[in-house]
């Protein structure tokens, strides 16, 4: 099957931001270009970074998709009934963003987990702090959706609440959209937009790697794969932030809820935690972070991630967190079950 021009361009910005840990991590995130009826849309559980080795796209019909939406048709939820099955030869699934996409009337969206968005995003003055931040930017029409699951439910209010030209819309406790008529465009709004919500991150004391490996030694938790992960614990203002609650989906989806903190005196071969949801992040004060071995494929970018986001945070901000209630929806929903057995399946 012949690739345009325009899904080919998609597929090489695609994967230059997957790979920018700063802007999406793991399998988070989805982009889409719209033409000829189609809405070809990242599928689920698929990497952007591998959007340019990978075939991770698939069609959907367009109208009958926005038709459903406006109805309050629940097909619109998973949205594979509006998969053109000729033109999708692997059975991809589609991403659990295509309706928001869909509502959108510019050709190309941009959906990201920007670490930026995220450490404003999750405060509880979210709206009144972005907006801000974006006044005066040139070309920028902006609407900010407080956190709700995501799919079908953003992409209603997204459709009630964005006026006519909005191009920017951020979404509490979650991420990033941008849209415009060109992969290049909207590549150079998400720059733009980005660099303008941008807050310096705090230095963080260095871990010590040695300690983590006697500690871990014999044990079900590793070392993570990206030393950046360790700043969640040796900065205790982050660790702070980190221990209050899960600040965005994709967290408790690869990592559990909020971060677990190994009390003193004990070790990481005998601790338990008590979460309701699973804790696959474990902190030792000073030291660093361990990874628990039964963690999803992806796991190692969200715990890189939240060293991130917590770095940005000012520990004395009042912060918006997710609920427990929020937290188990996201765990019992359908689309992250099937995504969480992709990571399974890809960690194998």
């Given amino acids: 099957m012949a690739v345009s021009q325009a899904l080919s361009a998609l597929a090489a910005l695609s994967a230059h931001i997957g790979r920018d840990p700063l802007v999406t991590q793991a399998a988070g995130g989805n982009t889409s270009v719209k033409e000829g009826g189609r809405l070809w849309i990242k599928a689920s559980g698929t990497w ?11 069609p959907v019909a367009l109208d009958p998709l926005r038709a459903a939406i406006a109805a309050g048709d629940e097909r619109a939820a998973k949205a594979t009934d509006f998969v053109i099955a000729e033109a999708n030869p692997h059975g991809l699934r589609p991403s659990v963003e295509t309706s928001v996409h869909a509502v959108f009337p510019q050709a190309v969206v941009l959906h990201v987990h920007c670490i930026e968005t995220v450490a404003l ?3 509880s003055d979210a709206a ?4 801000t931040c974006l006044a005066g930017l040139d070309g920028v029409v902006h609407c900010h959706i407080p956190y709700l699951k995501p799919g079908l439910p953003l992409a209603r209010a997204i459709s009630a609440e964005a006026k006519s030209g909005t191009n920017v819309v951020t979404l509490g406790n979650h991420g990033l959209i941008v849209a415009a008529e060109t992969v290049d465009e909207a590549g150079a709004l998400l720059r733009r937009v980005s660099a303008a919500l941008a807050t310096p991150a705090r230095p963080a004391p260095p871990a010590d790697i040695g300690a983590l490996e006697r500690l871990a030694e014999g044990s079900d938790w590793r070392l993570p794969a990206d030393p950046v992960a360790h700043d969640t614990a040796t900065d205790p203002e982050r660790l702070a932030v980190a221990r209050r609650g899960t600040l965005y989906p994709d967290h408790v989806v690869f990592l559990g809820s909020a971060v677990a903190v190994l009390p003193d005196g004990e070790m990481p071969a005998t601790f338990e935690s008590d979460a309701t949801v699973p804790q696959m992040l474990l902190a030792l004060p000073g030291l660093g972070v361990l990874v628990h071995r039964a963690a999803l494929n992806g796991a190692d970018a969200l715990a890189r991630a939240i060293a991130d986001v917590t770095g940005r945070i000012d520990p004395a901000a009042d912060l918006r967190l997710l609920t427990a209630s929020e937290e188990s929806e996201l765990v019992n929903w359908d689309a992250e079950i099937y995504r969480r057995a992709l990571a399974k399946a890809a960690r194998s």
């Fill in 48 to 58: 952007l970074a591998e959007a340019d080795r990978r075939d991770i796209f698939l």
């Fill in 128 to 131: 009144a702090a972005i907006d």
């Fill in 121 to 123: 995003a999750a405060r």
